[in-house]
């Protein structure tokens, strides 16, 4: 804990950064942590009270004919909630929630531009007009109109800074780092010629231009949901605004000198650090190559942060990555770092490979992956056999013991792995008698295996244990192995895509799969429970939802977009956050698991490790929410609507 005097001295010193010279050294988070200190010493400190703006190059003061306050805080769906509790009238209470833009606060009215400053007086900035676009509730976007009076954010979108700002150079030559920054230094010209010649271009959003209505009582069920849709937009936000959507009742609720008491803003809470990308690696998994991000170390909430996951060929490409480029990493509900930004650094260098690292073949993309299609391989075999294993129910043996059985014992199928010996086994570095035997009973075991099993270890592409069990319900394997494109692609969920793929390979492992049935004992289950597993993802997630939901069934899941006591897993960045379906699935016994653990998934079957919380645990972090929890919202709307017909809140849609 700081005293009184050394929190007074940091919090003036971090604004000055923050607001003056656009350099912020800590995060939100840390901030609001020293206010919530100074708070405890001082509770009537001026400093809680004091509005900020940011520096502009202003050409007057303008006073605002009503204060443009700044918002109360909250970074926990519990505060929002204790929040709306405080002011509503009942769980009816119509909210609204809005994105939290990052950018400048401003009001445009009578031709004039003015900043927020201190909240009484801001700062005309009418003669940086010339560079912004408008945004607005009509869904327009053109230039400012005198008689349209709008309240909103100056921003740069996500798309223009990706691509308009790549050439755009300040005047000591360098490129601005984000888009924040980009826009504080804007608006710190004196002159924008230079600037506006280069095709800068900024935007101001009408506050009242994306909404979503929700009561107090449905508030914390679709609370995810919400954060999920703002943080996908194409504007940087940091946050989301809570407001009662009743005006006047709203205003009745009257100001502090700091925020107005019927809004409050939830902030994210992930942090977010610069680094420079030095290395990648690509990495061998099922099918495909991983990239790796290999970075200047970096601390991110007092872990040092070296490596960050890439995804995908697709993504390094969208995101033009290369060698000593600038980066933006964050760790997603402090669980996976990954990259958020880019801008191009000093001598760059492709980090594209063209021949595989371990065989020399050249490498293709397939869809959004980077992939070795040399069968022979060493790398491929033994990722695919791992899978292979896995699928059959050896699951003893992991890919360490694979590789050392590939290399001793020249294994190269399951069929090799079925007739090992005991004493093959007690050849292989570290296995003593008792080891080796374990490992054999397991493998015997393992011969009596399912149709689906069998299935699923052909290593077809988007053919999991699940959808093997769907596949075979419909057709025996006997059958399935004959059967025509047109016949698989009317199995449900398989599709003309998957019937091609399926077809190719049941045709190209022919031989393989005579050899693997002549060394196993084969049950007919039929497919047994075809019913395929539901997954829900909740929380900010490093890449857009949809990438997760196609991941998703590709392992095997059907994705869902709600916890109910049918759900089979609960898939969240941060396992321990307060979000409502977190809590619910913990009541009613739903398996929640990290969001790192499920990547790590093979197959919806797999058993999840200690990274999966057990319901009781979460339950516990995530006391369940209650119905008699009443709701909330921000800037003036049109009249709020009721339900839609399927009870679900209706979203009102502005123009986006």
Known sequence: MHTLQELEKLIAYHNDLYW??????????????????????APDHPLLSAVHGAAVASTGKVRHKEPMLSLDKAYSLEKVLEWADKYVRSGDEMLLVQPKYDGISARWEDGLLVTRGDGAEGEDITDKVPLIELESVENH??????????????????????????????????????????????MGLKEIADIQAQGAKLTLVDYRKISYA??????????????????????PTDGVVIKIADEAYANSLGNTAHHPRGAIAFKFTNIRRQSVLRKVVWSFGKNCLTPVAEIDPVEIGGVTITHATLHNLQNVLDRDLQINDIIEVERAGDVIPYIVNSLPGENRRSVLIEKCPCCQSKLEQRGPELCCVNKECFEVR???????????????????????????????????????????????????????????????????????????????????INVAKVILKNLPLSELRTAGEETLSNIPGVGPERAKAIKKELTDQSEFIDE????????????????LPTVCFTGKMPEKRSYYEDLAKQKGFQPVDSVSKELSLLVANDITAGSSKLAKAAKLGVKIMALAEFLQLEKAESEPSAATVPAAEAEAKNPAVTDELPLFAEEAQPEVPEKSPDNKPEQLSFGF
Do not use: C, W
């Not at 309240?151 to 996500?158: H, K, L, S, T």
């Open 141 to 186: 976007v053109g230039r400012l109109q005198k008689n349209q009076p709008i309240r909103g954010e100056i921003v740069i979108r996500d798309d223009d800074f990706r691509t308009i700002y790549k050439n755009i150079k300040r005047k000591n030559g360098d490129v601005y780092k984000n888009s924040r920054n980009a826009v504080a230094g804007i």
């Open 382 to 464: 033994l990722q695919n056999l791992l899978a292979a294993v896995k699928n059959i129910g050896i699951e003893r043996l992991g890919e360490p013991t694979l590789r050392k059985m590939m290399n001793t014992l020249n294994v190269r199928s399951l069929r090799d792995i079925f007739e090992l010996k005991i004493l093959d086994i007690m050849r292989l570095e570290s296995f003593q008698t008792k080891s080796a035997e374990n490992l054999f009973n397991e493998i015997a075991k393992a011969r009596n295996v399912s149709d689906y099993q069998v299935l699923a270890a052909l290593n077809i592409p988007h053919v999991g």
């Open 516 to 531: 693997l049935l002549e060394a196993v004992v084969l049950n007919e289950s039929q497919g047994g429970d075809a019913d």
């Open 214 to 235: 929700y009561s107090r009582r449905d508030l914390p069920e679709y609370f995810d949901e919400l954060l999920e849709k703002i943080s996908n937009l194409p504007y």
């Open 20 to 41: 003056k010279k656009a350099a912020p050294e800590i995060s939100d988070v840390e901030y609001d942590e020293l206010m919530r200190q100074l708070e405890a010493l």
